[in-house]
């Protein structure tokens, strides 16, 4: 039963639904996906419907249960780098997953934590993004390249506004 009207983003006047209802959505995906999709459900003995709304509120619990939507992203990006699930029964392979995923994860570029830093602004503000900018260009200063070092002071520029001036007396007074 329909409890009221809303407006959506759009400015269109809409009926809500109460959260117990079924809401019928009409979804465009490519073939292949639709294919592996009713495959899946085929596997599993349910409906092809059944098996989309399993796999989309398992995608929202797996989020949750990861501390959130971007430690889920960084999780999923790691998978990805797995070449198939026997890994996991394999003390040589997990080994040479976890040695590959160190790498990955400690693996630092003036890029990557030109991501941070951008992430930082958003989430916490200028304030927090450029101490954090300070910090990372003792790790960049001691650890990279001077082409890296320039590439990371233009990130950093751009991202939280300061210069490379600003950064090398920063480290000085942090050192003091």
Not at 48 to 59: A, G, H, Q, Y
Not at 132 to 137: E, F, N, S, V
Request: hydrophobic share 35%; proline share 3%.
């Amino acid at each position: 039963m329909l409890s009221h009207l809303v407006t959506n983003t759009r400015g269109a006047i809409m009926a809500q639904r109460e959260p117990s209802e079924k809401a019928q959505l009409k979804v465009r995906c490519p073939e292949r996906l639709r294919a592996r999709l009713e495959a899946a459900a085929s596997r599993e003995g349910h409906s092809l419907n059944s098996e989309i709304v399993s796999r989309l509120t398992e995608s929202f619990e797996i989020e949750k249960q990861y501390g959130g939507a971007e430690t889920a992203k960084f999780l999923r990006s790691l998978a990805g780098f797995t070449p198939n699930d026997e890994w996991v029964h394999d003390w040589f392979s997990r080994l040479r997953v976890f040695s590959d995923w160190q790498r990955r994860f400690f693996e630092e570029s003036p890029s990557r934590l030109a991501f941070d830093l951008f992430y930082y602004n958003e989430k916490h503000g200028i304030d927090r993004a450029r101490e954090l900018a300070i910090r990372y260009y003792s790790l960049v200063a001691d650890k990279f390249s001077e082409r890296d070092q320039q590439v990371y002071c233009d990130w950093v520029q751009q991202i939280v506004g300061l210069s490379p001036e600003d950064l090398v007396a920063q480290r000085g007074q942090e050192t003091d």
